[in-house]
């Protein structure tokens, strides 16, 4: 069997970041919440516990504690930031209380010859990230110290009979320099793991898991397109044939040729069982009038619940719902508050199960984006799926700022499909997060030939981002916004003005409605 670690997150904002540092060294790796019964995470036999940083200090009434059981079941554990606080604690050492917090870089100094340092070049100055209020005042008994800062004295220790190892900085962001390294020495010299994940091995292990869970069942997935419910449906489909049924949703709000080349490319490639329902006109009819962007979510929302639950229920003896649902969405960041706060799962099609009575499941629970990316690539999926920008669910509704009708939204995809060839031919396409066009709910007076116009105004949205929680707007070259400018005004028949969106999320949201 695979070796496994898990990380106990005592709530620190980057405990998702050691999960990631650890899976690319080739170790596959799970976040569970430091309420987590210790018994239930024994039973999952990891190969190590790293223990994540977190707000608290340990002298805090209520500061999460750490189970003794951890300790008393000889797993390798690596201690980080709290989880060293608390290693110290809990065994018996001091930890002092901040007088001020100590927030950015450090110089550290590794002491000795311990294997957690091993092979770090110009370990005795080192640059760390530090990000901590309390630190560690005294060991526990049986510890030693392995490295200082100017600032703490004690900024790493390690028990070596028991495997304890424990940090102050915090390896896992970029910050700290040969992080990697440090965690690599963790898993492979201390903790004597052996690299075994990688996607073609999780394309492997997770078509064998699919095909036990569903049996000889039959399952149902709505797809979408975009990258996650297709490599979903790829799974699946490997893992059961043509006991997938995809059901694909034109609800008229998609983009110029999305539904032809989404359909045409799976069949194609995939031969996946797929039906494409057009319900275009339910939608639409049931926008009329709706200009409130809200009101329109949820139009949608329901309607797509509605059609697709009627495509489902035709399908005789369904059981299973696929879904496209990534490790975040499972995982919070808050999550050492307990279980309750942990699962936010299927929030992307809220009320669907329940209301369908089908199982779950869900090939891509354990994997961050990128993952998912490399699984598709894996897959043998073409660039332009794996680097597709994200598209919302209600789609161009809510990029037709104000009322929705079919001939604004013939104007809009126009308009939106220029954006895309431009980005595509430039290169420019794979180097932002999204780019589209909105059509804004006004006339402007304009001049062609001799004759004055008065037409709508399309406004360019461009943006460069990590996760879409912050976004910056793209300093796109200024002779490709000119070509998308002069092509939409030329090419889209009733628009004659293009303004380029100049605003950062936050204030403001990468869409506009
Ligand atoms: P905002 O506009 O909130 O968008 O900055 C952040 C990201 O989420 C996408 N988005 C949506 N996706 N349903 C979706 O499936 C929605 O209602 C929705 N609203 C925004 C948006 O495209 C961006 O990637």
Redesign the pocket.
């Known amino acids: 069997m695979q070796d496994k670690v898990i990380i106990i997150d005592f709530g620190s904002q980057v405990t998702q970041l050691i999960a990631r540092r650890i899976r690319e060294a080739g170790v596959y790796s799970e976040i569970h919440p430091c309420t987590s019964d210790p018994a239930a995470i024994k039973a999952m036999n990891p190969g190590a516990l790293v223990l994540s940083g977190g707000p608290s200090s340990v002298h805090d009434a209520g500061a999460p504690p750490l189970p003794k059981a951890y300790l008393e079941w000889g797993v390798p554990i690596l201690g980080i930031c709290y989880g060293m606080q608390i290693l110290a604690h809990t065994l018996g050492g001091e930890v002092s209380r901040a007088t001020d917090r100590e927030y950015g870089p450090a110089v550290f100094s590794a002491l000795g010859d311990c294997p957690l340092f091993d092979g770090v070049e110009h370990k005795d100055r080192l640059k760390v990230w530090m990000s901590h209020g309390d630190h560690v005042g005294r060991l526990p008994d049986g510890f030693s110290r392995i490295g200082s800062t100017g600032k703490v004295e004690n900024a790493a220790m390690c028990d070596p009979a028991r495997k304890i190892y424990a940090v102050q900085f915090h390896p896992e962001v970029a910050h700290t320099e040969q992080g990697a390294r440090i965690l690599s020495n963790f898993l492979f010299k201390i903790a004597g793991l052996k690299p075994g994940w990688s996607m073609s091995s999780f394309v492997d292990s997770s078509v064998k898991r699919l095909a036990e869970q569903v049996g000889d069942g039959k399952v149902v997935l709505g797809l979408s397109g975009g990258i996650d419910s297709t490599v979903a449906a790829v799974l699946l489909h490997r893992a059961i044939g043509k006991r997938l049924y995809c059901i694909f949703v034109d609800n008229g709000l998609l983009r110029m040729g999305e539904r032809e080349e989404v359909i045409g490319f799976l069949r194609e490639h995939f031969d996946l069982n797929m039906k494409c329902v057009d319900a275009q006109k339910i939608f639409l009819e049931r926008l009329t009038g709706v200009d409130d962007p809200e009101k329109k ?1 949820k139009i949608i929302g329901h309607t797509f619940i509605e059609v697709f639950d009627r495509e489902a229920k035709a399908i005789e003896g369904v059981g299973f719902l696929g879904q496209g649902t990534l490790y975040p969405d499972v995982i919070e960041s808050v999550s050492f508050k307990g279980p309750s706060a942990v699962i936010k799962s299927h929030h992307n099609v809220g009320g669907l199960p329940e209301h369908m009575n089908l199982k779950l499941v869900e090939p891509l629970r354990e994997l961050f984006k990128d993952e998912v990316r490399k699984v598709a690539a894996e897959l043998g999926m073409p660039e332009n799926i794996i680097w597709r920008h ?1 598209f ?3 789609g161009l509704a ?1 990029r037709v700022i104000g009322e929705i009708t079919e001939p604004r939204l013939d104007i809009l995809r126009h308009a939106d499909m220029v954006v895309q060839q431009e980005l595509r031919a430039s290169g420019w396409y794979r180097k932002v997060w ?1 780019g589209f066009a909105v059509l804004l709910p006004l006339k402007t007076v304009g001049v062609m030939g001799d004759d004055r116009t008065y037409e709508h105004v399309i406004a360019l949205r461009i943006v460069d981002s990590l996760d ?1 929680m912050t ?1 910056d707007w793209t300093r796109l070259p200024a002779d490709i916004l000119a070509r998308m400018s002069s092509r939409i005004i030329n090419e889209v028949k009733g628009v004659n003005r293009v303004v380029f969106d100049i605003s950062s ?1 936050p204030p403001s ?3 506009w409605e």
Request: no cysteine; charged share 25%; hydrophobic share 30%.
């Open positions: 979510r994200p919302p669910g209600p809510i999204q879409a976004a999320k949201t990468i869409e």
